[in-house]
C-alpha cells in the first residue's frame, strides 16, 4: 500500500493559502495577511487581540490615562476661550472690547453683550432694560463665566497660566481628573465672587480656574514628592497682583484658589484601593456644596 503524500498548511482563517507559519501562541497556522509581529516570531489576529484585553492599560500616579500627557484638554480650553474672545469682540460692533477699557493703565478691554449676558451677575438691571442675574435663575453664569474675558490682555495672561500649568497637572491626573479640576475650581471661584461680591458687579474670566490650578500643582507636585519651591514665588505674586491691582475680583481668584486645592486633595490623597470612587465622591460632594451656597445667595437677594 502506498502512503499519502504529506499535507501542506493551510492558514486557519485564508484555507486556500499553503503557510509553514504558526502562531507562537495557539500554533495554528497564519499566511502573511494575518501576521502579527511579537516579541518573538508571530501571532494570529485573536491571540493578538486576546493580549490586549489582558493587559492593563497604563494609569497616572492619581488613576488618570497616560493619553494627558499629550495635553488635548489643555489645547481645547485654550481654544474655546480664544473662539468666545473673538465672538465677544464681534459682538461688540467696534467698542472697546479688545482694548481701551478699565485695568492694567486701560489696556483691559471693556464689557461687551456677551460678556454682559455671561459674567457672574448678581442681580442688576440689564443694558436692554430687563432684570437679569444669577438671583433670576441665569445658573449659567456661574460656568459661562470662566471662559469670557474683559480684553485681549486678560485672555492672553490667562492662557499663558493655562498652558504652563495646564500641560503639567493633565499629564499627571489624565484628561478627565484635569478637567473636573479645571471646570470645580472655576466654578468656585464664580460661586465665591456670586457670595462676596456687589450684587450688580459683573466678573469674569479664566482666573478663578487657573487659581485652582496654582493650589493643585503644589499639591500634586508635593504629593509626588517633587520641589515646589520655584512655584511659590509665582503664586504670591498673582496674589498681590489680585489684591493692588484695581478691577480684579478678590473673593474670585481666592474662592478658585482654595475650591481649586479642596479638589487636588480628593485627586491626590484618595486611597489606591478605592481611588475613582473617592475622588468622584469628593468632586461631587464639592460640587453640591457649591450649589448650596450658590442656591442661599439667591435666596438671599430675593427675599
Known sequence: MSESPPTTPVCYRHPGRETYVRCTRCDRPICPDCMREASVGHQCPECVNEGRRSVRPARTAFGGGTAGRHGYVTKALIALNVLLMLLSIASDRG??????????????????????????????????????????????????????????????????????????????????????????????????AYL??????????????????????????????????????????????????????????????????????????APRSRRTLVQVAGGAIILLILLGLAFFRSTALLG
Do not use: C, K
Open 95 to 192: 467698542g472697546d472690547a479688545a482694548v481701551g477699557g478699565s485695568g492694567f493703565g486701560g489696556l483691559m478691554g471693556g464689557g461687551t453683550p456677551l460678556t454682559n449676558w455671561g459674567s457672574v451677575l448678581g442681580l442688576a438691571v440689564l443694558p436692554d432694560g430687563t432684570l437679569g442675574g444669577i438671583a433670576e435663575g441665569q445658573w449659567y453664569r456661574l460656568v459661562t463665566a470662566m471662559f469670557l474675558h474683559y480684553g485681549v490682555v486678560h485672555l492672553l495672561l490667562n492662557m499663558w497660566a493655562l498652558w504652563v500649568l495646564g500641560r503639567s497637572l493633565e499629564a499627571n491626573l489624565g484628561r478627565v481628573r484635569f478637567a473636573a479640576l479645571y471646570l470645580i475650581a472655576g466654578l468656585g471661584g464664580n460661586v465665591a
Open 196 to 269: 462676596f461680591s456687589a450684587q450688580n458687579s459683573a466678573t469674569a474670566g479664566a482666573s478663578t480656574a487657573i487659581f485652582g490650578l496654582f493650589a493643585a500643582l503644589l499639591i500634586i507636585e508635593r504629593r509626588m514628592g517633587r520641589d515646589i519651591s520655584q512655584i511659590i514665588p509665582i503664586l504670591v505674586i498673582n496674589l498681590v497682583f489680585t489684591l493692588a491691582v484695581p478691577g480684579i475680583s478678590i473673593p474670585g481668584h481666592f474662592g478658585g484658589l482654595v475650591v481649586g486645592a479642596l479638589m487636588a486633595l480628593v485627586l491626590a490623597y
